[in-house]
């Protein structure tokens, strides 16, 4: 109950296209979805984040679909740029009683955008 | 500093051997995580801390496995007798408070021959 799934594992978008991956929790007490972006020998940057009171949020070239019936989350990158080549991240946690804030990641997507 | 620090960046250790790895978190952050990131692989939370408590060490694996900030700022990581299962980066991250969004460091590479 504690998983975040992510897919797909790999992607590959042409430079101006767009990037979608997805997520999917079961966790009901899940209350903050964010998305990570690593590049090699990084550590995760929190690249953009949603709550399950709103269905979308918007920055930039990012936006998160939430879709809280499904229990699902997704990442659409508009316009891919080849510097948007990372590998993507989604997460979850729970804010409730425990209010560690600890996040589950997902399992990881690897982007590549050819030029 | 600006952001999180950890030390050292790399670490190659033998077998059996103990291991330390230090983090900076951001001036002011009373929250501090520690996770797990093998190849290929998310990160895996460890444990949190908010002040110098461990709040939570449900992720620690092991009893080899400890964590200590004593003064509610740097925090120590230490692994006893390693094993070739304990390679991976070990990722530090702090926030404000807990709750709010985590910042994660650049990691130490730990590797055990």
């Known amino acids: 109950q504690q998983q975040v799934k992510q897919s797909p594992q790999s992607l590959i978008v042409q430079k101006g296209g767009i990037s979608i991956i997805n997520c999917a929790y079961e966790n009901t007490a899940f209350d903050y979805f964010p998305w990570y972006q690593q590049f090699p020998g990084k550590g995760p940057a929190l690249l953009i984040a949603?709550?399950?009171?709103?269905s979308e949020k918007k920055e930039g070239r990012f936006t998160i679909s939430f879709n809280k019936s499904a229990k699902q989350f997704s990442l659409h990158i508009m316009d891919s740029q080849p510097g948007d080549s990372a590998t993507y991240f989604c997460?979850?946690?729970?804010?409730?009683?425990?209010?560690?804030?600890?996040?589950?990641f997902g399992q990881g997507t690897t982007l590549q955008v050819k030029p | 500093g600006a952001g999180v620090s950890q030390t050292p960046s790399n670490k190659v250790t033998e077998k059996g051997k103990y291991v330390e790895l230090r983090c900076d978190p951001i001036s002011g952050h009373t929250a501090l995580y520690w996770y797990r990131q093998s190849l290929g692989q998310g990160p895996e939370f460890l444990i949190y801390?908010?002040?110098?408590?461990?709040?939570?060490d449900s992720g620690l694996p092991n009893d080899r496995f400890f964590a200590v900030r004593p003064e509610g700022s740097v925090s120590t990581l230490k692994i006893q007798r390693t094993e070739r299962g304990d390679s991976a980066v070990y990722l530090c991250?702090?926030?404000?408070?807990?709750?709010?969004?985590?910042?994660f460091g650049e990691g130490s590479w730990l590797t055990v021959v």
């Open positions: 949603i709550r399950p009171d709103v």
């Open positions: 801390f908010q002040g110098t408590g461990a709040a939570d």
């Open positions: 991250a702090s926030s404000p408070n807990s709750g709010n969004t985590i910042y």
């Open positions: 997460a979850a946690s729970s804010h409730g009683s425990s209010n560690t804030g600890k996040l589950i």
